[in-house]
């Protein structure tokens, strides 16, 4: 991890105080950050960031009082500066890539693991400290390339992101579910293959499953994806 002379201080917007707790608590395993406090609304959060200096946020979008991205916008319009990792629902992502003027930089869909969040985390110290010392054109692409680029390190060894998203797109779009064997026709890899995606995505609380009764011998166990929002 690139090394900075300051801790980045994060402020973490969440509404539901035990996530908010478990937050904290990961920004807090990272070197070089440090959560400097946390809300559970955007006029708390606006309280905190009036009297402390805040220089990441990490924002739920759906608060009680506003939405994330209305709340980023205020907070510009009001002279603040701080950069924003939102924290999201998979049916948010126009959204997100909308408010990439207002300092949204990364994005983590709920729930999010440790491995997930320090990944996106570490990317984020790399691009602070690249700008920092951006000369030109070409340092500026390169660190707005550390920041958007794709993130193997929070998936365990042997799957791949691309074939993560393909077997996630087929998960979605199957609303009554599919088999490993399901997925594997849909995507194109060995049934093998395809259920370790899918128990990946089970262990990440992305997707559940059942067995499939009504047929002789072992049950075969059916995926369904699991919505994030609330």
Do not use: C, N
């Amino acid at each position: 991890m690139t090394q900075v002379q300051h801790p980045i201080r994060v402020l973490v917007v969440e509404d539901d105080p035990v996530a908010a707790d478990a937050h904290v608590m990961y920004v807090g395993r990272v070197p070089g950050f440090v959560a400097v406090g946390q809300a559970h609304t955007g006029a708390e959060a606006r309280r905190v960031m009036d009297r402390t200096a805040v220089d990441l946020l990490l924002l739920d979008l759906h608060l009680p009082d506003v939405h994330g991205l209305q709340f980023a916008r205020s907070l510009r319009a009001a002279g603040h500066h701080a950069d924003v990792i939102a924290v999201t629902s998979a049916r948010d992502l126009a959204v997100v890539r909308e408010g990439v003027s207002l300092g949204v930089v990364q994005y983590v869909l709920k729930p999010f693991t440790f491995a997930t969040l320090r990944d996106r985390l570490v990317r984020y110290a790399e691009f602070h400290a690249a700008v920092g010392e951006a000369g030109g054109q070409d340092e500026v692409d390169r660190a707005l390339a550390v920041l958007r680029a794709p993130s193997p390190a929070a998936l365990p060894k042997g799957l791949s992101g691309p074939t993560l998203e393909r077997v996630t797109g087929a998960l979605r779009e199957a609303a009554q579910g599919l088999t490993a064997a399901g997925v594997a026709e849909a995507v194109g890899i060995s049934r093998i293959t395809a259920r370790r995606y899918l128990e990946h995505l089970v262990d990440a609380g992305r997707a559940g499953r059942s067995p499939l009764y009504g047929q002789v011998g072992r049950p075969e166990l059916v995926y369904r994806w699991v919505s994030q929002g609330r």
